[in-house]
Every structure is written in structure tokens, then in C-alpha cells.
Nanobody, 119 residues
């Protein structure tokens, strides 16, 4: 089994910064794409950023230029550096990973971490 655990969510003022982390653990042979999503109250889950296993990144238009996704393959971890935060960035942030385990390949989700941007 594989687990994903996010951390780093917090209450921050508009214009501030946060760095979210997500660590995968368990029976992992390889991790392919790692993705950050977010879901605000009353809204659908939104893809924020993606990073492939070779480091290719892509971003939602709403965060491009303010957010950077990185990963550390040795630590099976993905990070989301968020700058110039806005109230509309308030959401629960989830990480997703496409994982090859011992017997099969499937997608795993973390439990989420709350980001609140407010003065």
C-alpha cells in the first residue's frame, strides 16, 4: 500500500507565501506524474500544477507565475511554492501521484491540507 501525506497549509495574509509538501511512502517502485489540486468550498476540484518524473511542469492559468511545483525523487516528494497569495487561493490542497507499486500501477491521493488566505 502507498500513502500520500500533505503538509504546510496555513492561514496567511494576502500577498504572502506558503510552501506545501507531499510525501509518498509505502511499497513504491516508481512515481510518474505528481499533481497538486485544490478545492474551494462549493466549487469543483481544480488542477493547480503537474510535474512529470523527468521534471516537466505545467500550471493552471489562475496560478501561473505565482506558483512553482518541484519534486525530490529521492524522497518521493512533491512541493508547491505559492507566492503572492490571493483570497481566491483559499482551498484544501490535495496531492495526487501516479505510482507503480510492487504489483500494479494506480493513482493515490493525499488527505489534503487547508490553505486560507485572509487578512
Amino acid at each position: 500500500q502507498v500513502q500520500l501525506v500533505e503538509s504546510g497549509g496555513d492561514l496567511v495574509q494576502p500577498g504572502g507565501s506558503l510552501r506545501l509538501s507531499c510525501a509518498a511512502s509505502g511499497s513504491i517502485s516508481a512515481i510518474f506524474d505528481m499533481v497538486w489540486y485544490r478545492q474551494a468550498p462549493g466549487r469543483q476540484r481544480e488542477l493547480v500544477a503537474t510535474i512529470t518524473n523527468v521534471g516537466t511542469t505545467s500550471y493552471a492559468a489562475s496560478v501561473k507565475g505565482r506558483v512553482t511545483i518541484t519534486r525530490d525523487n529521492a524522497k518521493n516528494s512533491v512541493y508547491l511554492q505559492m507566492n503572492s497569495l490571493k483570497p481566491e487561493d483559499t482551498a484544501v490542497y490535495y496531492c495526487e501521484a501516479d505510482v507503480l507499486g510492487v504489483l500494479r500501477r494506480r493513482t493515490y491521493w493525499g488527505q489534503g491540507t487547508q490553505v486560507t488566505v485572509s487578512s
